[in-house]
Every structure is written in structure tokens, then in C-alpha cells.
């Protein structure tokens, strides 16, 4: 026994001489590394956000300044502002809106793909290209000009130009927002693809039809996935601003028919020069948005099923 | 040693990564090549853009040594983008500027004393009285570049075929509003662009009563009623057809293309004489120009204003260039050829008593036309107060409510007048 352990611990010897470092230096190299990312977060990131939360609680102009002023920039912004308030239901009409839109044809599309057998790749390339092209400005300004008066859908349904009526503008946003559904129906797809197909024969087989098939096998199985879709869009929805934008060449019209959250802020902040109330304007809507995220996981419990919680 | 080197190279790419960084916190003005580069914005139309680049590159030929960069865009972009750069620190070398602008940055302490540049920047051949709009609190933070006014610029040949006559001498608010209904009703588009959204034809019209839109100490020169009335009037003209609708009103954004005249689809429009000259590309069919309307009893509302300054950024790292940039375009002769009345008509006498005569096509008409208002019009009212620059927005957004029949005409008002005393009061 003995004369056999010492060749083998011969044999490991050398593959442990160029033994590991130290921890502690390994961490040092690790920080080294991330430094520029870090040093990124501090200056890029925290150190905004740290003045942006001093500048909420200031009138500051741009020019001059900041004066402090306490929370006048808050009290104003609940009590004293009427297009405050008429860009917060504006937001919420977006939405409500454009969110279960977007959703629901995600997901009608990704059920047609994850069926189809040729050209699979083509359709989903072709329906996954708006989302790429996505938040850029000159999709917008397509957008406006397809949705203005003389446009294409002016010509078809002789609208006479949605993006100038009040009452259609922000439908022309949401729209918007809608076609680009790539980037959730790619992550239905995965998740339609996890499902066993046993499930959909099981019930096949007890006499389901399509549409049963759907409500109890599809939509309960997918439900992780749509909850994801549902809280990151929602998140997206919240701050949507570069298309209310370019419709509304940066005005948040007709009549403040898009004046949506950001575009409201974009105009207290870089068009009347009050980067105070723009500041608190910012971390109003973080802490909405912080809000109804804990409240979407707190109803997730009733209705999203994990496959794992089945097993209990 | 392969670990000692991996380590300094983690090190140097932590030290490149830090600069590139930083980088963007640099001044400005950095020299390529050895040459000084100069940034000089403006806003204005294609029109004026060509004559400037034309300008500019005579420069550069006659200061080799100097890099000038340009860009412009449409007035209410350039707003927001000069008050975003410079509340960062990073102002243009050479920046055009309104006079609404001047208070707020000479105050703001974005703008260089030009005074201090006079080796290279002459202002003897300027009339005093103009040159004195650049000044805030006796520093001369600005020159003005041009002279311009208020005109009704129209499509000759839709007009004439019209049969309606064609505009006179002068005319009052409700004789151009019959004129607007008659027109209608004859080539079947609107007569004008709806003037109720524009805060510059309302002060035309509070003028030609007598008011202003500021007091001298920086107050709202009008009540809630006046304004009523403006819009009231206004809002029964786009009722009976004979101004733009608010689907096309709302369109508007500083620009001559998004005006209904530059779109083909109304017969005048009331605009500033230099930006006119856009129209000549828009409207093939020929623009001419008559003088704003005037009050009821004819006292004239509009009024001769400097139309744009030059200023220079207090943090150009050239100074001297940027004066000579500024020199250059108010007082060189072949620049002033070039340059034309694009941006009003210069203001150096000089050049304008030689330029006058030699000016050609539409410049020629603009000149025409300022000289038949020599005169005839009141003194212009001083630089408005700072929070005025908002109010320009504000006042055609609320005038959007209106048009859009979401407010009457009184509720926008008050709207207007609560909004705009808080903003002249922070």
C-alpha cells in the first residue's frame, strides 16, 4: 500500500507546482478587471443619480445655481399641476393599453412559429426585425409620417392623419410599441418549447380541444414566462418617451394627447428650465414603477405555476 | 514572468480604460492638426445653411490656421440643445442667439464680454441703438447680425388667380380677417396659418392697441381678457374655415417646411422676413410680402427687431478666433455678398448702404420691403424677461386646447396667465 501511494502522490505533485495564487490576490486581479465597469456604475450611474435626487429637492435652471427649496418641487407636482396629473393618466392609458397588446400578439405569433415547419427561420427573422430596429428615432419618424395626414394609412382609411387628432395620437404610440413585440414572442417561443408534448397527447386524449388544450396546458405551463414578459414590459411601457417624441415632433401634442410621463419631464426639465421639478418628476416615476412591480410579484402568486411547486 | 506581465497589462488597460472616460470631461477648442477648431451653431432653414457654409469656408481660406465645424437644426430643436450644452459647460465657440436667449445666458454667465475682443471685432459701423440690444447690464455679451420684421408672406400667383385684391399699403386685423374669409372661400384652402398659436402675432396685435406683452420691470403687460379676446377672435376664424386647422397648426415647429403655406395647403402665412425666403423653395409659384396687419385706428403693431445675435462662449479656449469668426460675419464685405439678407439686413451701415442696392432676388424683396416701413413703426419693446423662452412653448401648447375645442377660449387663458406669471416670478 505504502509503496504504491508514493508514486501517486509523486504524480500529483506536479500538477499542483504552478499552485493556485492566494485568494486575496485573485480578488485584486478580479477588481482590476471589473475596474472599468465599476468606475462606470459610480460615474455613470450613481453619481447622477446622487445629484438628480439633490436637484429634486432644488429650482434649478440650468443657469444659475440650484437653490434648495425642500419639497416645493413635490407638493407642486401633486397639488398645483394639472398636466402633472394629465401625463400620469396619459401614461397609464398607454399602458394598460399597449402592454396586453403587445403581449397578446407575441404570443399568437410565437404559437404560429413554434407550429409551422418550413420557413420557420425567415418568419421569425422577419417578425423579430422591428424590435431590433426598436427604440431608434428613425423608426418613429417613419411612424409619423406613415400615421400623418397624406401618409399610408391616411390613403387607406382616409383618416386624415392620426397623429394630428387628439383622440388617435397616442393609439399611433402605442402601435408603435405593439409591432415591436419580437423581443417577448422570441422568449415565448423558448418557453413554448419547454412544454412536454405528453401534456398536450394527455389531454388530447381526455377529450380537450384546442382552445381547452390552451387554457389548461399552454397557459399555465407558460405562465413564468408571460410573468416575465409582463413585468419587464410593463417596465418598459412605463417609460416610454422616444416614439410619444417623434409623433409629436417633441411636443407631447395634439392638445397633450401624448404627453406621456418622460415626455412631460423632458419638457419641465430641457424646455422650461426647471431641472428641480424634472428631478423629482425622475424619482416619482422610480418609485411607481418600483411599486407596481412588487405588486405584479405579489399577484404572481395566485397565478403563475412553477413546474417544480408540483412535485410538493 | 507570465503573471507579472498579465498584471501590468490589466493595469495599463484599467489606466486606458479610466482616460477614455474621462476624455469627454476635456475643454474645448482642442486643436487638429495644429489648428484651432472653432464650433459655430445656428438655426435656420436649407437656405440659409448653403449661404453660411459658403461663408464660412471664405473664412477658413482667409485663416488658415482655423477649423471652423458647423451645425444647425430647426429653431425649437436648437433652443433645447444650446440650453442643454450650455448648462454643461460646453457652449459652441461661436453660438447664434435670439433675443429672448440673451437675458437668460449673458446672466447665466455662458457668455464672453466682447468688449474685451474689440483688437478684432469692430462695431463702429453698427447703429448704436441695435448694438445696444446686445447688452445686458452694460457688457456687450452679444452683436446682432441683422434687422428684421413681421410680414405676411403669401403665394403671389393663388392670390391673383383668386380675384380677391391683392394686400395694400397697409391694412387692419379685420380687414385681414375678411380678406382670410375671402380667400377661403375663393381657392377653397385657408386664407392663413392660424395665428392664434404664435406669440409673436399676438404681440403684433397687442401692440396695434397700444399694450405689450411685458412691463417694463419684467411683468405680464396684458390680462386674461385681452388674451380672451385674441383667442376668441382667432377661434371663430378657424370655425368658418378661413385660418389652417388644428390638425395643422399643431404641426408647426419653427420651421418654414411645416408652415401651411410650405406645405401647399394655405395661401399666407404670417412669419418673420428673413426665414421668408425659405418660402421661395417651398412655393414655386412665386412669395411675396405684405406688411402686418395694424390695429383698428392704425397704429402699427410690428415693429423693427434685431433678428439674431452672435455670441461666444465664456469657455472657448480661442477667444480671438471666435471674435474674428463673429467679426467676420457682421463685417466682411464678401461675406455680407454671400450672406445676403438670409439673416435679416446686415447691420453694418456700411455694408448695407453698399450691399442695399446689389441685393438680388428675394433679399432684394425683403429690403424693399423693410424700406417701405421705415418710419412708419413704433420703437421695439426691450429684451424679454428670462422666463419667456418657456412661454413661447407654453402659449402654443395652450393654444392647441383651444383649437382643439377642449377649451374655450377663456379657460386657456387663464391657463396661459397663471402659468406665465409663476414662470416670470422663478
Known amino acids: 500500500m505504502t509503496t504504491t501511494a508514493i508514486p501517486a502522490e509523486a504524480k500529483r505533485a506536479p500538477a499542483a507546482a504552478p499552485k493556485r495564487r492566494p485568494k486575496r490576490e485573485r480578488e485584486g486581479a478580479a477588481w482590476v478587471f471589473l475596474s472599468p465597469w465599476v468606475l462606470g456604475a459610480i460615474v455613470l450611474t450613481l453619481l447622477p443619480m446622487a445629484v438628480s435626487l439633490y436637484l429634486s429637492f432644488t429650482d434649478y435652471d440650468l443657469f444659475n445655481p440650484p437653490k434648495w427649496v425642500g419639497l416645493r418641487n413635490y407638493v407642486q407636482m401633486f397639488t398645483e399641476d394639472p398636466r402633472y396629473w394629465r401625463s400620469v393618466v396619459t401614461t397609464l392609458t398607454y399602458v394598460v393599453v399597449a402592454v396586453p397588446l403587445q403581449l397578446a400578439l407575441a404570443l399568437v405569433v410565437a404559437m404560429a412559429l413554434k407550429g409551422m415547419k418550413r420557413g420557420k427561420g425567415f418568419y421569425r427573422s422577419a417578425f423579430y426585425a422591428p424590435s431590433l430596429l426598436g427604440a431608434s428615432m428613425s423608426i418613429a419618424l417613419v411612424w409619423r409620417a406613415i400615421f400623418n395626414d397624406g ?30 413585440f419580437g423581443a417577448p414572442m422570441v422568449i415565448f417561443l423558448a418557453g413554448l418549447q419547454q412544454i412536454p408534448a405528453e401534456l398536450y397527447e394527455a389531454a388530447a386524449v381526455d377529450g380537450a380541444g384546442k382552445w381547452r388544450q390552451f387554457v389548461a396546458v399552454t397557459v399555465p405551463m407558460l405562465s413564468p414566462v408571460l410573468f416575465f414578459n409582463l413585468v419587464l414590459q410593463t417596465i418598459q411601457a412605463f417609460q416610454v418617451f422616444t416614439p410619444a417624441f417623434a409623433v409629436s415632433a417633441g411636443k407631447g401634442g395634439p392638445a397633450d394627447s401624448t404627453l406621456v410621463y418622460t415626455m412631460y419631464l423632458y419638457d419641465r426639465g430641457f424646455v422650461a428650465s426647471h ?18 412591480t412588487a405588486v405584479l410579484f405579489r399577484t404572481s402568486r395566485s397565478w403563475v405555476f412553477y413546474a417544480s411547486e408540483g412535485d410538493r | 514572468m507570465p503573471g507579472h506581465r498579465t498584471k501590468r497589462f490589466c493595469a495599463s488597460a484599467a489606466a486606458l480604460a479610466l482616460c477614455a472616460l474621462l476624455a469627454g470631461c476635456g475643454g474645448t477648442g482642442e486643436s487638429a492638426g495644429g489648428k484651432v477648431v472653432l464650433r459655430y451653431t445656428w438655426w435656420g432653414n436649407p437656405d440659409r445653411a448653403e449661404r453660411t457654409e459658403q461663408a464660412v469656408a471664405l473664412f477658413e481660406k482667409q485663416h488658415p490656421d482655423v477649423d471652423v465645424t458647423t451645425s444647425f437644426s430647426g429653431y425649437d430643436a436648437y433652443k433645447q440643445k444650446l440650453a442643454t450644452q450650455a448648462a454643461g459647460g460646453d457652449a459652441p465657440d461661436v453660438m447664434q442667439l435670439d433675443y429672448r436667449q440673451i437675458d437668460q445666458y449673458a446672466s447665466g454667465g455662458v ?10 471685432l469692430r462695431t463702429s459701423e453698427i447703429d448704436q441703438g441695435l448694438l445696444a440690444t446686445g447688452r445686458v447690464d452694460d457688457v456687450q455679451y452679444a452683436i446682432p447680425q441683422g434687422r428684421g420684421t413681421e410680414t405676411v408672406a403669401y403665394d403671389v400667383r393663388t392670390w391673383k388667380k383668386s380675384g380677391v385684391p391683392l394686400p395694400g399699403g397697409s391694412w387692419t386685423w379685420s380687414r385681414w380677417a375678411d380678406t382670410m374669409r ?5 381657392t377653397g384652402k385657408p386664407g392663413a396659418t392660424d395665428p392664434g398659436q404664435s406669440e409673436d402675432a399676438f404681440e403684433v396685435w397687442l401692440r396695434g392697441q397700444g399694450k405689450a406683452l411685458y412691463t417694463e420691470d419684467g411683468g405680464l403687460g396684458f390680462t386674461t381678457d385681452d388674451l380672451t379676446r385674441w383667442w376668441t377672435f382667432t377661434d371663430q376664424l378657424r370655425r368658418e374655415g378661413a385660418v389652417s386647422p388644428a390638425e395643422q397648426t399643431t404641426q408647426l415647429d419653427g420651421s418654414v417646411e411645416n408652415t401651411p403655406l410650405g406645405r401647399g395647403e394655405s395661401v399666407t402665412d404670417a412669419n418673420w422676413d428673413a426665414p421668408a425666403s425659405g418660402f421661395l423653395a417651398l412655393v414655386p409659384t412665386g412669395v411675396a410680402l405684405a406688411p402686418m396687419p395694424s390695429g383698428e385706428d392704425g397704429t402699427p403693431g410690428q415693429y423693427f427687431k434685431p433678428s439674431m445675435f452672435l455670441g461666444v462662449s465664456a469657455n472657448t479656449g480661442h477667444p480671438k478666433e471666435a471674435a474674428q469668426l463673429v467679426d467676420f460675419m457682421i463685417n466682411d464685405r464678401e461675406a455680407a455678398k454671400i450672406l445676403g439678407a438670409s439673416r435679416g439686413i446686415p447691420v453694418n451701415e456700411t455694408i448695407r448702404d453698399e450691399i442695399g442696392p446689389r441685393l438680388k432676388d428675394f433679399d432684394k424683396t425683403i429690403a424693399v420691403y423693410q424700406a417701405s416701413l421705415e418710419g412708419k413703426l413704433k420703437d421695439p419693446p426691450q429684451a424679454p424677461p428670462s422666463g419667456d423662452n418657456a412661454l413661447q412653448s407654453t402659449f402654443q401648447r395652450d393654444y392647441d386646447q383651444v383649437s382643439y375645442a377642449r377649451m374655450s377660449p377663456r379657460e386657456a387663458a387663464e391657463n396661459y396667465v397663471t402659468e406665465a406669471k409663476a414662470e416670470l416670478r422663478s
Do not use: C, E
Open chain 1, 151 to 180: 401618409g399610408t394609412v391616411d390613403h387607406l382609411l382616409g383618416t386624415g392623419g392620426w397623429v394630428n387628432k387628439p383622440g388617435w395620437a397616442l393609439l399611433a404610440v402605442a402601435l408603435l410599441t405593439v409591432w415591436q
Open chain 1, 275 to 292: 431641472m428641480g421639478y424634472a428631478s423629482a418628476m425622475a424619482w416619482v416615476l422610480l418609485l411607481v414603477i418600483g411599486v407596481v
Open chain 2, 111 to 120: 457668455l464672453l464680454d466682447l468688449a474685451k475682443q474689440k483688437a478684432v
Open chain 2, 182 to 186: 375671402a380667400l377661403a372661400k375663393k
